[in-house]
């Protein structure tokens, strides 16, 4: 028996004492037993729970090694922007408009994942399913979202060098402040925010609600959350690009400037 086995004893033996000296007048009889939580507990497994479990480790195993897609490179996932996350981010804003009901969201404006969320690299070469699980564990479903220009550029204004979030159809650019870089201008496909208008973004309901602070108190003008997976999502459409010839491709590609426009004011200035 090892100490952390002896630990949990000891704990388990003064725990019961403790009960039975707090009894004052019992009016019951009662017993009780101290048990080791260690290896010895359940030394002995049961051969009919042990074959279930081989068949659906087999079968999960054979559902992890389905190859989806394929990659010429290696794609990495770090802030302020990456091969990865703005794949992701791009086939997210290309392609999920489809599983909304509200044909409202047939044209989206952009897209918001979390960099918490993408939690392992993609392969070079095949990409199976399992690979996708690694990548996004989580449970996370597609949220389409209509906000105003003026709630969404205030989400967005929160985004600095050390915290934002990746995104796809905006350019940010950013500017050198006393502690550290804070937007100057952003760009929603193409064109500054209009405080005013209305725009269409599909993310996930873990941001949708609130986390990573990304949408914290901003408000919605319509939200519609399904019952599709990130994850379901990405195997399903990765599918599709291997039925139509296509590899995966990501690469930078400034939507996340810094000091550019700064230096071209200075410059017109």
Same mark, same amino acid.
């Given at each position: 028996m090892n100490a952390k086995s002896i630990l949990v004893c000891i704990i388990l033996s003064i725990t019961?004492?403790?009960?039975?000296?707090?009894?004052?007048?019992?009016?019951?009889?009662?017993?009780?037993?101290?048990v080791c939580l260690d290896s010895t507990y359940d030394s002995k497994t049961d051969p009919k729970l042990a074959k279930y479990v081989a068949k659906k480790r087999a079968q999960l195993e054979k559902r992890m090694q389905v190859v989806v897609a394929q990659s010429d490179a290696e794609l990495e996932s770090y802030a302020p922007e990456s091969p990865?996350?703005?794949?992701?981010?791009?086939?997210?804003?290309?392609? %999920?408009?489809?599983y909304a009901k509200d044909t409202t969201f047939a044209?989206?404006?952009?897209?918001?994942?979390?960099?918490?969320?993408?939690?392992? %690299?993609m392969p070079k070469g095949d990409v199976t399913v399992g690979d996708l699980y690694r990548i996004t564990p989580f449970d996370n479903y597609l949220t389409f979202i209509v906000l105003k220009g003026s709630e969404l550029e205030k989400a967005l204004d929160r985004f600095t060098d050390k915290y934002n979030a990746p995104y796809s159809g905006a350019v940010i650019i950013y500017g050198g402040g006393q502690k550290e870089w804070?937007?100057?201008?952003?760009?929603?496909?193409?064109?500054?925010?209009?405080?005013?208008?209305l725009y269409k973004l599909v993310t996930l309901n873990f941001i949708a609600d609130g986390g990573d602070h990304l949408l914290e108190g901003?408000?919605?003008?319509?939200?519609?959350?399904?019952t599709v997976t990130f994850r379901d999502f990405l195997v399903a459409e990765l599918k599709a690009m291997t039925a139509r010839g296509e590899k995966v491709e990501g690469k930078e590609d400034r939507r996340a400037w810094f000091g550019q426009l700064e230096e071209e004011i200075k410059t017109d200035e």
């Open positions: 019961a004492w403790g009960y039975a000296q707090n009894v004052s007048a019992p009016k019951h009889r009662y017993s009780y037993r101290t990865l996350s703005n794949f992701l981010t791009d086939i997210l804003l290309n392609e %999920s408009s489809k044209n989206l404006d952009l897209s918001m994942l979390n960099f918490g969320g993408i939690r392992a %690299s804070e937007p100057l201008a952003i760009f929603v496909q193409g064109l500054p925010i209009d405080e005013n208008r901003i408000q919605f003008e319509r939200i519609e959350y399904t």
